[in-house]
């Protein structure tokens, strides 16, 4: 019990500042008495203060509580709302510093909010929280630390219970890209479904046989019920498959703004998994490394997004480089029918990227293959700076090798009919979308 009081009792700046003056007028009462009783007499004035402060404070209990209002769900890479709510049960204002225990992940350490606190009323701090690592982020107690117009000493009250939050991929981007996705500029064209009769599997409806319909299509038992001969309509299949396929090498782990190329990758495909969904294609999920290759079968089932956001949030990167080969073997086995494949991938040279041809080859023999890879930034702002002296332009030649090296990569890509995308990490999920909408709009997909 001493000890729990002792943890939340802290001395104020006012105490502080009257015992310093104290302190030098004992000093001064050395060489001149009179000041020495002053001295005893401010010293008895801030000891009635501090008497008075510890009972304004301590005599109503339990004055102050406050509750941490946090989603169960963050999003990686986005500003995430968190409240506190506070209420006040002291009869006078209070001014208040909230301390909330944040995860670790954050490696905040200075993080406190001040606020006013009317007599018996409550109130909301808001702040956000921008994570940049998937996973799970545990939040400590809510520390409120609450003086009195005296300002002597400051109370600690300690509330709330630790509290476990999963990181997600980022599903506030989500309703932006799907409401582009329902307005986007194919609608505008004047463009409409056209009904084709098909040998899909996709079924339409039963009717009366006429010359010309295929004898295989027969519905022997609906032509049993009417006594004439019937048979099935089918029409033309438009959903498609795609895939999004994440390489989870060691290119994948470069940082651009907090966030590595392997949450930008996975961020775009929870959004265009949504927008593809929408569209009425069938979006399906590969992630492989260097000994593994995990597929999610592409279906436009409700239930599908969820599935892909589930198996998103606990990848991460390896230190190995990803096995292409076992990739496109896995892939022709997995996937018999021609689908869009997404890859997002990252090559540096065009060396690396002659290292992987054979397999890409392979997979854009069976699939309409799309390369996804990152264009530099950082790379980019050196070599647009204005060099000053021989080094800078140094650097600047080697940074221009670089990003011509990456145009280079797409040339090459082209020459075996592979399309490729060249991206910034920031835009790389609108532009994914766009080049999807503009092959939708080709009916290449």
């Keep these: 019990m001493i000890k729990r009081f002792y943890q939340s009792l802290y001395l104020g700046q006012n105490l502080y500042l009257a015992l310093g003056v104290n302190v030098f007028l004992f000093v001064l009462g050395f060489f001149l008495p009179p000041l020495f009783l002053v001295a005893k007499g401010v010293f008895v004035m801030v000891m009635i203060a501090l008497l008075l402060d510890f009972i304004i404070l301590y005599l109503p209990g339990e004055a102050v509580t406050a509750t941490r209002i946090v989603s169960d769900r963050l999003s990686n890479g986005d500003e995430n709302e968190i409240v506190i709510d506070i209420s006040n049960k002291y009869s006078f204002p209070t001014q208040v510093e909230i301390i909330d225990e944040l995860p670790v992940q954050f ?17 909301q701090v808001h702040y956000s929280l921008r994570p940049t690592e998937r996973g799970e982020y545990k939040f400590g107690q809510v520390n409120v630390f609450v003086k009195s117009m005296l300002n002597v000493i400051r109370r600690r009250f300690t509330t709330g219970e630790a509290q476990a939050v999963k990181v997600y991929p980022s599903f506030l981007q989500l309703r932006n890209y799907q ?87 996975v961020n775009a495909t929870l959004v265009f998994s949504s927008v593809a969904l929408n569209k009425g294609d069938k979006a399906g999920l590969v992630t492989f490394a260097d000994q593994s290759v995990d597929v999610l079968a592409a279906s436009n089932k409700k239930i599908q997004l969820n599935n892909i956001l589930e198996k998103l949030y606990a990848q991460t990167t390896h230190w190995m480089e990803a096995d292409y080969e076992r990739l496109a073997v896995q892939l022709r086995n997995a996937v018999s029918q021609r689908s869009l494949v997404i ?3 990252n090559f540096e040279s065009n060396a690396s990227l002659q290292r992987q041809m054979p397999y890409l080859r392979t997979l854009a023999k069976y699939h ?16 647009e700076e204005r060099a000053s002296d021989l080094e800078g332009i140094y650097t600047q030649v080697i940074a221009q090798k670089f990003a011509d090296d990456k145009k280079l990569i797409a040339r090459e890509l082209a020459q075996y009919g592979i399309m490729s995308l060249l991206t910034t990490p920031q835009n790389l999920t609108v532009n994914v979308i766009n080049r999807y909408l503009d092959l939708k709009s080709r009916n290449m997909v």
């Excluded at 309409?368 to 980019?380: A, G, Q, R």
């Design 107 to 123: 490696q905040l350490r200075t993080f406190s909010k001040k606020d006013q606190l009317p007599a018996n009323e409550g109130t």
């Design 179 to 265: 409401l582009n996705a329902v307005n986007n500029k194919v609608s505008d064209l004047g463009m409409h479904k056209r009904r084709l009769i098909g040998h899909s599997m996709e079924f339409d409806h039963i009717k009366e046989y006429t010359q010309g319909d295929d004898v295989r299509t027969l519905n022997w038992k609906a032509t049993a019920r009417r006594g004439n001969l019937m048979v099935n309509s089918f029409m033309e299949e438009k959903s498609q498959q795609i895939y999004c396929v994440i390489d989870k090498g060691r290119t994948m782990k470069m940082p651009f703004e907090g966030l590595t190329l392997l949450d930008y990758a």
């Design 343 to 345: 890859l997002f991938t």
């Design 368 to 383: 309409l293959l799309l390369v996804v890879f990152f264009e530099n930034t950082e790379l980019k702002k050196l070599s």
